[in-house]
Every structure is written in structure tokens, then in C-alpha cells.
């Protein structure tokens, strides 16, 4: 038996100014090709991870064309897509048993499609219409209808923050070895609900993306293959942005069909619980002291619009400021995007004492905004090669590259600066450069969601501070031009209204 296993994995901020070319994926200098894609996908938790051991289990023929993974940010460069789509299908066309894929399925590319899993899909469909296709997708994907048809079957993850991503791509790949040997026939059912839901209304340990998750979870249970509740993402401007289901049947679509409206009617129905509200930042900021006066610390200052985990800049100074100017102290501030104020402090050395500008370096068209850059005066504590291994429980064994890294020490605040975006998942964006974060009394964090799992066991509380950039949760902020509607909340809808 025959394999050919690969990833491929951005989610595409159609919003976001920044570029997405061949060398954002995998460590630095473009995705890891051939073995290499074997070695360093087979210590992670990843899908692609969970692939290759399967097919090494059971004794199959590997080929791993390349494992790309890249953060989040704008539109994928044209030519790299097409070098991917290439590099696939001629393995594909040399011939396989089946194709097992690590998708995440928001991806859009620049003058090519606004489907990129899709499109894809369909162009190895082209060169093998036969062969089995087993995808994992992302709980955040924009399912369209062309991925569903140009595959065989489809398992999403089922938590937010994502801790089972290994699980979806163990499931997706156990139905498809089950399919080659005759044990079941997977036939799918697609849809979706005019729905924009907020990324920050979607941990699914909380209502009600519980509920909503939770529905595809009992679906399984009931006889189903595979089910998977997909929240979207939303900074896309696509048609098919938003919430959808995928149900995975054995041999009766009409289950598969049941299955994933039933799964449907419960996002539909905690519709308004799928909005965020939120406060003036202001407001949050005191809250924030308060909560550090009577617990300690330390307090998460949570910048969840400039997070690179929903392709913002990184580099949005507006929350530092405020909290400067509200007098907070003993911050520990990152990671700050600014490839410009690390090139100045690395040539200023440790030690040094340096007034510069740092952050604000990126203009946000999408949202009528300029760059701001905050002056700061500071000594440069420590420079780092920003590398380090994710410890878990979410991405646990990737090896994480900031690019160069500093330490700028204002006083009040001691600032990660780093060279590329880098979501600050794990404790090693502060302990690589000799921050202990469980020290300080502020932390201030450019996340949305991915600060539960590693930041939250330390917090003594968190507030959502909102402020501007491209990952806002202020849908009323962007100007959808592709986006189907009437959906909600852009649009009102009749309470039975589908």
C-alpha cells in the first residue's frame, strides 16, 4: 500500500496587510520537502503526525511531498500556491493507493481562488478520480461545497483551543484505511447556516460552541463515522464564510444528511450567544488593576484584534499605551512585531540604554488605519535567536521561530520584539528570553483563545482589551464585498429564519 501523506495549513485574514509568501511556511526558509516533512511533522501532535504513524502501522509506502504550515495573515502568494498544487499532484500522478491531508480550510490566494483546500482538492481530483481522500480540517474552516466533493472524507478538530489535533487526524485516517479494506463505504453530507460567529464565542468548553460541538459529539455516538461543527473564520471575505457541518456516513447519506442538520439547528439556535460583546478599553484596563490589586498577579491583558493567530500585524501598540498612560507597571509585554526596532537594538547590544520607535510599522487599509509606533526609551536586557519547542498541551513539540529577538526593558513594561509573528502559545515566548511570566504582575498578550491552555493555569485573572487591527471582533469594522448574505449579525433575521 501506497500513501501520499501532506500538509498544507494557513488561514487566510483576507483583510490583513500582511504578505503571505513561499518562505512563511515551515521554519523559516519554506516548507519542509520530502523527508524532511516526515521528520519534522512525526514528533508533533499534529494531523499530518497522526497520518504517518497510521501509515506506518500499517506497513504502507510513505511519500510526504512537503508539510507547510504558516501563521495566519494575508492572502497566499499566487506562485507558491501553484508550486504546492504541483508538487502534490505529480506524487499523486506517479500513482497511490490514497492521499491523507492537513488541511485547514480557510485559505484564499491572491489572483487564484478564494477556496484554496477546494481547489486543490479538485486539481488532484483531475489527476485521480478514484483514489480515496482523507482530509482534516480546522474547527475554524470555511467549508465549501467543492472540498466536500472532491474528497472522501472530512474530520475536523473538536476543540478551541485546538488540543486534538492529532485526534482528527488519527479519526479522518483510520476511516480511510478502513475504506481500503472494505470494512466501510464513507459517504458525506455538507451545510452551513448564515452565521458569523465570533471567534472569542468559540472555546468549546463554554456555551455555546459546547453545545454546538457537543451535538456533532453525540452524532458520532449515534452511528456516525465522523462529525465535525465548524466555527469559520471570519476575517475572510468569501461566500461561504461561517458556521458548517461535515457528517461522514457509512454507506447512508441519508444519516449523513439528518445528522448534519440536526447539528446545524443547534448553532442556529444560540445564534445571539455567538456575538461578543465587549467594553471601552479604558474601562477594561481599570477593571484589570483592580483584579491585580485584590489577587496579584499575574493579570492577562488580553490584545485579541492584532492577533497573529487571526493574521493581524502583531504590532498595534494602542493596548501598551493605555496602559502606560493608566499607570500599570511591572508588564511583560509579546510578542511586538517590528523587524526595524530589532535591527536598531541588536546593533545597540545588550546593556545598551535606546530611544526608538517600536510597533505601528504596518498601515491597516481594511480598516482605515494608519500605523502608530510608540516611542519608548529602554535598556536592551537580552537578544535572542527566538527559537524554541512548544512544551503543550496545544502544538505540542513544534519547534517555534520568532526570527531575531529583544528584550527592551522600559521599566514598567519588559518587551518581547521579535522578527517574525509568532502567537504567543506557549511560556516560551517570555522563558527563552529569561522572562518568568508567573513574576510579573501584567501580562499583556496578543491572543484570542490560545492563552487558555498555557497562560490561564498561571493567571490570577484575564480581561479582553479591545482596540483596533485587523482581527477585531468588530465584524462592523470590515467591508465584506464576497461574503453571501443576508447573514447574522450584519443582517436581521426572522427568528425561524434559516
Known sequence: ???????????????????????????????????????????????????????????????????????????????????????????????????????????????????????????????????????????????TDRMVRNSTIIAGYKTYPHVDQYEAGHLAGSILLDTLAGKVKPVMAWGNRPLLAQTLKQNTGESPNREFVGAARAEERGGLLAASAFGGFQQADIH???????????????????????????AWQHKEDFIYRGEPLEQALVRARSLADGNGGPILLLDHADNCASGANQDTMYVLRAALAQGLTDIAVGPIRDPEAVETMIAAGVGSRVTLDVGGKFDMPSIGRKGEPLRLT??????????YTVAGPQFTGMRCYMGRTVVLDTGDAQIVVIERNQEPWDLGVFTSVGIDPTQKRFLLLKSRMYFRPVFLPIAKGHVFCDAPGVGTSDWTAFEYKKLRRPIYPLDEFPAEHR
Open 240 to 266: 461561504d464564510a461561517g458556521i458548517s457541518v461535515v457528517t461522514v456516513a457509512d454507506g447512508d447519506v441519508n444519516h449523513a444528511q439528518h445528522s448534519c442538520e440536526r447539528i446545524l439547528d443547534v
Open 378 to 387: 529602554g535598556i536592551v536586557r537580552a537578544i535572542t535567536d527566538g527559537e
Open 1 to 143: 500500500m501506497k500513501l501520499v501523506i501532506a500538509q498544507l495549513q494557513h488561514e487566510t485574514n483576507t483583510f490583513s496587510p500582511i504578505a503571505t509568501p513561499w518562505e512563511s511556511f515551515g521554519g523559516g526558509n519554506g516548507p519542509y520537502l520530502g523527508r524532511d516533512a516526515q521528520a519534522a511533522m512525526k514528533p508533533t501532535r499534529l494531523p499530518m503526525a497522526a497520518f504517518l504513524h497510521l501509515a506506518e502501522q500499517a506497513g504502507a509506502e510513505i511519500v510526504t511531498p512537503f508539510a507547510a504550515w504558516a501563521n495566519p495573515s494575508g492572502p497566499v502568494d499566487g506562485a507558491a500556491y501553484d508550486r504546492f498544487c504541483d508538487l502534490l499532484c505529480e506524487a499523486v500522478a506517479k500513482g497511490c493507493d490514497a492521499v491523507c491531508l492537513d488541511l485547514h480550510g480557510a485559505m484564499v490566494v491572491a489572483d487564484r481562488t478564494d477556496d484554496g483546500e477546494g481547489t486543490l482538492l479538485e486539481k488532484i481530483r483531475a489527476v485521480a478520480p478514484n483514489t480515496p481522500i482523507a482530509v482534516s480540517l480546522d474547527l475554524h474552516a470555511n467549508v
